[in-house]
């Protein structure tokens, strides 16, 4: 009995592990048609797959993209347009392809399981590269904060 849930466990185990596969940043590139491109770059940006990006970046990534709807007009290939106005989308493209790179690493989800002291059931906390980040860069700044403030009344101790 005891083999087969061990068993029955590890199967369903390695379900979950190739169904939490992670998914690639959407990249443009020269070789498909741009409208298809355009599409699935608005299309992630819209349903989250970019959760960490800034708002900033994600308006010059629509800033890009309607450049390079304008420059294609009705054509479908880069390889339609003039050198000049194909190295102009090419460079869009290169800019939305760093934007979206950089922020999918950032929305990148990392589970830990951890142990509260006094249990035996562990406990998941999933965050966001960038949350984890963001905690760490608060934690620092609040020591800073603390050491500063301790420098500056030597006096005071506790």
């Known amino acids: 009995m005891y083999r087969m849930t061990t068993i029955a466990m590890l199967l369903g185990l390695s379900v979950v592990a190739q169904a939490r ?6 990249q443009m590139d020269r070789q498909a048609p741009v409208a298809e491109q355009v599409r699935r770059v ?8 970019y959760s960490e ?22 054509r479908q290939t880069l390889q339609e347009l003039p050198p000049a106005v194909q ?5 869009d493209q290169e800019r939305v392809n760093t934007l979206l790179t950089r922020a999918h690493a950032d929305s990148r989800m990392i589970c830990q399981h951890t142990r509260t ?15 984890r980040r963001r ?6 700044a609040l020591l ?7 420098n500056l009344n030597p006096n005071d101790r506790r």
């Open 21 to 26: 596969q992670e998914s690639s940043a959407v």
């Open 135 to 140: 905690m760490e860069e608060k934690g620092k």
């Open 42 to 49: 608005e299309k992630a940006l819209d349903n989250g797959d």
């Open 87 to 91: 190295n102009e989308v090419f460079n």
């Open 144 to 150: 800073n904060d603390q050491r500063s403030y301790s």
């Open 117 to 131: 002291t006094g249990s035996n059931m562990p406990k998941s906390r999933c965050l966001t590269v960038a949350e």
């Open 53 to 74: 990006i800034s708002a900033d970046d994600r308006a010059q990534v629509r800033q890009a993209l309607a450049r390079i709807t304008q420059h294609m007009g009705d």
